[in-house]
């Protein structure tokens, strides 16, 4: 289906754009300062819109939750995504740019501020009642502390233990039913999942074709009663997309970008690089976690997020290369 792969395949293309004029603009610590700030900001709004939506209320589509065992969720906030899995899929992203600013400031206003803009990012991540979003940002964080101070992976379990005690029932239960298989939710998914993996068994070399219309229409020649778009596993879906291949070709990019990033950036000497280098890298780990659950390169606005974290990590190798001759 040509035309169905053309429309991510453009979206993709765009994007990657955005990753050369990133690359080839942002020159300086200063520049690139300015533009993670703008982008923490951009998230505290769309976050206040989410916020906006949980005093009013907002109408909730019936799959997004398993009424019978959830009964009190009567909000889950989306802010302008649409959906808050990917609202979450979004927030954990940058949530760790946030707390690096907040890490790297000297200045007690400054740590103030970014302190400020991290809960409610956080917040924000809490009332999207997104259970992948909520393990990938765990993992994202186990990711920041792992690489910026190994010593505080310690205070992980009290402090995640003491924060589920105070947490509302409601909020509880939505954490409790990650691990229950009688959740109308996790029924759908797992029969999705083996129906990828039947598509994946006939199409394993080169897949269906990339794009999620083509996996659309093949999968709905599968089963005609389970209508979808994706197959809710970024693994899965890359591999029933673009086969064996595409998916060693994608596993291959995600390790080359983390092992230089780290290699080159988190242990460089620059201690500004390596902090911001750390976020982005948690909250590109967070949301590839989050992939396990849902295919994060499906929505424009993701796609887009997720190469704009890959072209500031190109951008700080850029600079990290030039800073002997600048400084």
Same mark, same amino acid.
């Given at each position: 289906?040509?035309?169905?792969?053309?429309?991510?395949?453009?979206?993709?293309?765009?994007?990657?754009?955005?990753?050369?004029? !990133?690359?080839?603009?942002?020159?300086?610590?200063?520049?690139?300062?300015?533009?993670?700030?703008?982008?923490?900001?951009?998230?505290?709004?769309?976050?206040?819109?989410?916020?906006?939506?949980?005093?009013?209320?907002?109408?909730? =589509?019936?799959?997004?939750?398993?009424?019978?065992?959830?009964?009190?969720?009567?909000?889950?906030?989306?802010?302008?995504?649409?959906?808050?899995? $990917?609202?979450?899929?979004?927030?954990?992203?940058? &949530?760790?740019?946030?707390?690096?600013?907040?890490?790297?400031?000297?200045? $007690?206003?400054?740590?103030?501020?970014?302190?400020?803009?991290?809960? !409610?990012?956080?917040?924000?991540?809490?009332?999207?009642?997104?259970?992948?979003?909520?393990?990938?940002?765990?993992?994202?964080?186990?990711?920041?502390?792992?690489?910026?101070?190994?010593?505080?992976?310690?205070?992980?379990?009290?402090?995640?233990?003491?924060?589920?005690?105070?947490?509302?029932?409601?909020?509880?239960?939505?954490?409790?039913?990650?691990?229950?298989?009688?959740?109308?939710? !996790?029924?759908?998914?797992?029969?999705?999942?083996?129906?990828?993996? =039947? $598509?994946?068994?006939?199409?394993?070399?080169?897949?269906?074709?990339?794009?999620?219309?083509?996996?659309?229409?093949?999968? =709905?020649?599968?089963?005609?009663?389970?209508?979808?778009?994706?197959?809710?596993?970024?693994?899965? =879906?890359?591999?029933?997309?673009?086969? &064996?291949?595409?998916?060693?070709?994608?596993?291959?990019?995600?390790?080359?970008?983390?092992?230089?990033? &780290?290699?080159?950036?988190?242990?460089?000497?620059?201690?500004?690089?390596?902090?911001?280098?750390?976020?982005?890298?948690?909250?590109?780990?967070?949301?590839?976690?989050?992939?396990?659950?849902?295919? $994060?390169?499906?929505?424009?606005?993701?796609?887009?997020?997720?190469?704009?974290?890959?072209?500031?990590?190109?951008?700080?190798?850029? !600079?990290?290369?030039?800073?002997?001759?600048?400084?």
């Amino acid at each position: 289906d040509p035309s169905g792969s053309f429309r991510d395949l453009a979206i993709h293309l765009t994007s990657i754009g955005f990753l050369f004029v !990133i690359v080839n603009n942002i020159k300086t610590k200063k520049d690139f300062n300015i533009l993670i700030i703008l982008l923490v900001f951009s998230a505290v709004l769309v976050s206040a819109y989410g916020f906006y939506q949980f005093k009013v209320g907002v109408k909730m =589509e019936d799959k997004w939750v398993d009424a019978v065992n959830n009964p009190d969720v009567k909000v889950r906030i989306y802010s302008v995504f649409g959906n808050p899995n $990917i609202f979450a899929e979004y927030l954990i992203m940058i &949530i760790p740019i946030s707390l690096s600013l907040f890490w790297f400031s000297k200045k $007690i206003h400054k740590k103030a501020i970014f302190l400020v803009t991290s809960l !409610i990012l956080i917040l924000a991540l809490v009332l999207t009642l997104s259970r992948g979003g909520w393990v990938g940002f765990a993992f994202g964080i186990f990711v920041f502390l792992l690489l910026i101070e190994k010593r505080l992976l310690l205070s992980i379990i009290p402090l995640g233990l003491g924060t589920i005690y105070f947490l509302p029932q409601t909020f509880l239960n939505r954490i409790l039913s990650i691990a229950n298989f009688a959740d109308s939710s !996790i029924i759908y998914r797992i029969k999705m999942l083996l129906i990828t993996l =039947e $598509i994946i068994r006939d199409h394993w070399l080169v897949g269906v074709g990339f794009g999620h219309l083509p996996f659309k229409q093949t999968f =709905e020649t599968y089963i005609r009663t389970m209508p979808t778009y994706h197959a809710h596993n970024t693994y899965l =879906e890359t591999m029933a997309e673009m086969g &064996i291949l595409g998916f060693i070709i994608f596993t291959i990019f995600i390790f080359v970008l983390f092992k230089y990033s &780290i290699k080159k950036l988190v242990k460089g000497k620059d201690n500004y690089i390596k902090t911001m280098a750390i976020g982005v890298l948690s909250g590109l780990a967070a949301v590839l976690a989050h992939g396990a659950v849902e295919n $994060i390169l499906y929505i424009p606005r993701i796609i887009t997020t997720f190469w704009i974290l890959v072209a500031l990590l190109l951008t700080l190798i850029r !600079i990290s290369d030039k800073l002997p001759e600048t400084s």
